[in-house]
């Protein structure tokens, strides 16, 4: 990857609300879109990730989405718990966003 | 397996001063890099290596420099550190080539440098 631009930088959601984050990048030939999670204090961790042979990835209660043509992808929560506040990356390859602070209020 | 370690967990170094960051992984992943992680800049990539003597920069690679003898270990070498190296390192290897694959993190080492 060459840049990635992560927006919103924070965020702030009701309990139940859904979040949404979402990433633009600029290099044509990448193929994977991983976003990861870091809880205050702790280590970034992988949550879900998507290739570019595919749309739409999901998993329980998180989906990515991908639009090559417009090289963006997005991160979507639903039903957003207290548990999901921390800051989440996503990634082009070795390159990754600035990141978004999630704030999920009870 | 232990994933990937990082030593140590905290240091404070004086201006000038050198040190060495370890890390190792037992998960016989031919990939590892180091990033440094800054408030609302995220993660930068420092160095990586792909696998046993190959090393190259990312994008912030001054004032550090890395080895990678052995598949386990990629140490990250400060050889006169600067207060602009107060940061979060994190050491990071994935089992894929690099572009490909789930990143593994260690627990960071946070470094001051006054």
């Known amino acids: 990857g060459e840049n990635v631009e992560q927006h919103p930088s924070t965020l702030s959601v009701q309990e139940g609300d859904s979040a949404v984050i979402k990433c633009t990048y600029s290099?044509?030939?990448?193929?994977?879109f991983p976003w990861y999670k870091q809880e205050l204090g702790k280590r970034p961790q992988l949550i879900i990730d998507?290739?570019?042979?595919?749309g739409e990835k999901k998993d329980q209660r998180i989906a990515v989405t991908l639009n090559k043509t417009a090289k963006h992808f997005s991160l979507h929560i639903t039903e957003t718990q207290p548990e999901d506040s921390a800051v989440y990356f996503c990634?082009?390859?070795?390159?990754f966003g600035s990141g978004t602070r999630l704030q999920v209020q009870p | 397996n232990a994933g990937v370690t990082q030593t140590p967990k905290f240091q404070v170094l004086k201006t000038g001063q050198s040190m060495t960051l370890q890390c190792a992984q037992d998960?016989?992943?031919?990939?590892m890099s180091w990033y440094r992680q800054d408030p609302g800049m995220g993660l930068r990539l420092i160095h990586y290596?792909?696998?046993?003597?190959?090393?190259d920069q990312g994008e912030v690679p001054n004032g550090y420099n890395v080895s990678r003898s052995t598949t386990e270990d990629f140490p990250l070498r400060l050889l006169s550190a600067a207060p602009s190296q107060t940061s979060v390192y994190f050491c990071?290897?994935?089992?894929?080539?690099?572009?490909?694959?789930?990143?593994?993190f260690g627990e960071g080492s946070r470094l001051t440098v006054l």
């Open positions: 990634a082009d390859g070795l390159t």
């Open positions: 990071a290897s994935s089992y894929r080539e690099r572009v490909a694959g789930e990143l593994f």
């Open positions: 998507i290739r570019s042979n595919v």
């Open positions: 290596s792909v696998g046993a003597g190959i090393t």
């Open positions: 290099d044509s030939a990448s193929n994977y």
């Open positions: 998960m016989n992943h031919e990939y």
